[in-house]
């Protein structure tokens, strides 16, 4: 049947369901789909089949998680498609196979919205080759004065740069280290606006500094001007 011809049945079906309804077709409704022995069974019929369709997608899921290659760096962002929406047991009790660590990068991920294939950054072996010291010297001074200066990283770079030689590989690890802090800093301030946006009408969120002591539910404590 077309799709035109389908369209003109249900507006028929409508009208006649408004003219039967004295103009209530709502009521009808519900009481067709939820109260109605027929409506039950058909709805029963409709509920399992949106169930079978899930289950087939699970299934892909899990034919794609698996067919992933080991070092793809592509399996957490596959899993990150359910792990936000099933624990742990659930997705292994289906038939998936991850290590721990992988689900809760997946969850991660789930839990920030990060849906994507972009398997990370590679990693890219140091070079051996010695660098001109004059090179490094520059380098330094640049991301010494293009960087924050509270900034861990930079303090350690300059403690680095006194204490041991100045050599390529020496700054291909600390700008490594300073790109993984912009990462996880950029990662907690998402989990963080999204803690935020979870809350409800009965939960509060307590942001402290880890120097600051704090203490609930004491009683009164007595002093000796009391006596």
Do not use: W
């Not at 087939?56 to 067919?67: A, D, P, T, Y």
Request: proline fraction near 3%.
């Amino acid at each position: 049947m077309s799709l035109p011809k389908q369209s003109k049945i249900v507006s028929r079906f409508l009208n006649q369901e408004k003219h039967i309804s004295f103009g209530d077709t709502q009521s009808l409704i519900n009481y067709i789909f939820f109260r109605s022995n027929k409506g039950k069974l058909l709805f029963k019929n409709m509920e399992s089949n949106l169930q079978t369709k899930t289950l087939e997608i699970m299934n892909n899921i899990k034919v794609l998680h698996q067919n992933c290659g080991t070092f793809s760096g592509q399996k957490s962002n596959i899993l990150a498609l359910v792990a936000g929406t099933h624990t742990q047991k659930s997705l292994k009790d289906f038939g998936f196979t991850f290590s721990h660590k992988q689900y809760k990068l997946a969850r991660e991920k789930a839990v920030i919205g990060q849906f994507d294939l972009n398997p990370g950054e590679k990693k890219i072996p140091q070079s051996k080759t010695r660098i001109p010291e004059d090179v490094v010297e520059k380098i330094n001074s640049i991301l010494i004065e293009q960087s924050i200066p509270s900034s861990k990283t930079i303090v350690l770079a300059q403690k680095t740069a006194k204490k041991q030689p100045k050599r390529m590989t020496t700054l291909q690890r600390l700008m490594a280290e300073f790109r993984d802090h912009l990462k996880f800093n950029d990662l907690q301030r998402k989990a963080f606006r999204k803690q935020q946006l979870d809350l409800d009408t009965d939960s509060y969120m307590i942001v402290a500094d880890f120097k600051e002591n704090f203490r609930m539910g004491g009683g009164p404590v007595e002093a000796s001007s009391s006596f």
